[in-house]
């Protein structure tokens, strides 16, 4: 064989030694994919990883006086692996299976000790790594938990898989709850929660997650791979005491006129910042519950609320002054399609201040008429040139649109519209964009945009700030502004308001009732009305701006001064009581040496220093108790109370408020009968008790 041959030779040999290989190749990978590849698929499903995010904990939100509003509050799966290592051995489990049953049935009480046992043998018989024995379970319940059989053998020998979760709870309940909002997937945003969820949410971790037998996916390790980061905390401007105040004051008038719904809005009036926001709306079952925030986005006509922007309108482009006459002839006012009417009758011939003391349409629709008839479109451009055709954009979602009508819409008539639109007709303001606009004649003219959110700190840090957005540095001028303080403060004093005047404080505002309009029958189908009365106090000092609005009263009278009038003047009052700064100083005051000590409810320690302080009275503060009361009559504080972890604190003579802090602190449940005081505690106190244990409090 010659050498040529011979390599030939060699090189077929190579080349189907290779032709061999690459069907062996071909054959092997059509046995994997074809024929077996049904197998090898459901050994990758059963064995694959994945990572998942790990939800972060939710920032809080705080009211201005440091209350918890909304917060997160950990929640567990308790599952099982019931094949770690401590309970490997048959003999171990099942010594120990029946006990674990127990004690789970003993404490959640949800199941029995033998469905519990059930669960448990069916876990191990499956050979399952991740069974599900309780949901919804709490930080404290899980300490317990880790202490029952089995689970006490260790972190990894007994099996016990706690699964995160957290859970949103407003620790006030029904309290500013639709400005709080929430945030849901595929939901339009509301309050709070949606406009700043951004910041809240916070930032997911990661968690590697294997897939076991039964297609159910555990993690690979104790920890999170990386760890989720917190949300950022909300700093709203709500006063928690305030917000109570509004909604029991609301509610209370919603049901004694069986109103439709209603809204409260109060405000500071140099700062804008939104002190309560209350709405609620009547169910299908008679109750009243927050379910669409009115107070921003409810847009209609305002009624006689809206008189203060057309007697602006009259003031400023001296059309009229307060001291002008005005004749109202017999209560009525022709005009082409429509008579409009004074609804208490006529007041006669009378000066333009005690037309709108009275709140005469006639009169304003008069003067707007006889004003701007020639001009039509100069009195729409007051009202633009104010801003009050522009939305407030505020800080959550959901504010209504303001229409303010001019010449140039198709819809304006040139008979109808400018008289109509004198007395809060023909057009759509929102009571808080009412509220904003009335703030500025309290705010000596400067319009600003109210705000829901002081602001947004991270870990005690300030993130970012918040000051109420100037809208109109001065609407009108200081003259026009006096005039019309003037005006509203009439009303009170001497007009359609005066059942509101206080002895203690001045109020200004103005009284509003407005017929509503049905969507498809306008104002000719059923007549439903809505009482409002909106303003600010004190007088002389404004510190407070606030709206009421009612509406559909069925009860009784549906004239604002009767319906939305009460609700505003328990407001008013409730607040003036509990803000000190708004008092005249007691200056050269002092206490003989013979008067007793004013007295004072059993609290905490320095805020009673500080009330007294305020008032100049001087008591002795002795003891180390973290809460104290005062004694009338030595001014000594003869009762220190000293809160200890695991023992009943004595909260007789204590406030609802501060008892239930105290006992909260020291872990124990409260329930709650009457009003008032403490004056019985169903627990000893200085009892040791477990936390959990209920107490019983009775309030006179």
Known sequence: MNIRTDILVRVYIAFGFILVLAMAVLYQLFNVQVVEGAKWRTLAKKYSTKFVNVEAARGNIYSVDGSLLATSVP?????????????????????????????????????????????????????????????????????????????????????????????????????????????????????????????????????????????????????????????????????????????????????????????????????????????????????????????????????????????????????????????????????????????????????????????????????????????????SENLYNWGLNKKLMLQIPGEGTPVIKNPNNRSWNNKQSLPQMAYGYEMNITPLQMLAFYNAVANDGKYIAPIFVREIRRLGNTVEQFKARVINEKIVSDQTIKKAQALLEGVVTEGTGKGLASPLYRIAGKTGTAQVADANKGYKADKKYQASFCGYFPADNPKYSLIVVVNNPRKGTYYAASVAGPVFREIADRVYTSDVNMYNPLNGQKIVANAKMPEAKLGEKKATQNVFKAFGIKAAFGGSGEYVKIDSNSGLANKNIQVIEGSVPDVNGMGLKDALFVLGNSGLKTQVRGSGRVVRQSITAGTRVNKGVPIILDLQ
């Open 75 to 379: 929640e567990y799966e308790v599952r099982i692996d019931l094949l770690a290592g401590g309970i490997e051995d048959d003999k171990v489990f099942f010594e120990k299976v029946d006990s674990l049953a127990d004690e789970m049935s003993s404490f959640f009480g949800d199941k029995s000790s033998k469905q519990y046992a059930r669960i448990l043998r069916e876990g191990r018989a499956d050979k399952s790594r991740y069974t599900l024995l309780k949901r919804n379970v709490t930080h404290q319940q899980l300490k317990a938990v880790r202490e029952f059989p089995i689970f006490n053998l260790g972190r990894y020998r007994g099996g016990l898989i706690a699964v995160p979760q957290n859970k949103r709870i407003l620790p006030f309940q029904s309290l500013a709850k639709r400005t709080i909002g929430y945030k849901n997937d595929n939901v339009q945003p509301v309050g709070l929660e949606g406009a700043y969820s951004s910041f809240i949410d916070g930032e997911s971790g990661r968690r590697l997650m294997q897939r076991i037998a039964g297609g159910v996916f555990v993690p690979v390790n104790q920890d999170d791979e990386i760890a989720p980061k917190e949300g950022a905390d909300i700093i709203s401007t709500i006063d928690i005491n305030m917000q109570d105040v509004a909604q029991r004051a609301l509610k209370k008038q919603l049901i004694a006129s069986d109103a439709d719904h209603g809204c409260v809005i109060l405000m500071e009036v140099a700062t804008g910042e939104i002190r309560a926001v209350a709405n609620f709306s009547k169910t299908p079952s008679g109750n009243y519950e927050e379910q669409y925030n009115y107070a921003i986005a409810a847009s209609q006509d305002p009624g006689s609320t809206f008189k203060l922007a057309s007697y602006l309108s009259l003031l400023e482009d001296n059309k009229v002054d307060t001291n002008s006459m005005i004749a109202t002839g017999d209560g009525t006012y022709r005009i082409p399609g429509h008579t409009i009417r004074d609804s208490h009758g006529s007041i006669g011939t009378v000066t333009v201040k005690k037309a709108f003391e009275e709140s005469s349409n006639v009169a304003i629709a008069k003067m707007i008429n006889a004003a701007y008839q020639n001009d039509q479109a100069k009195f």
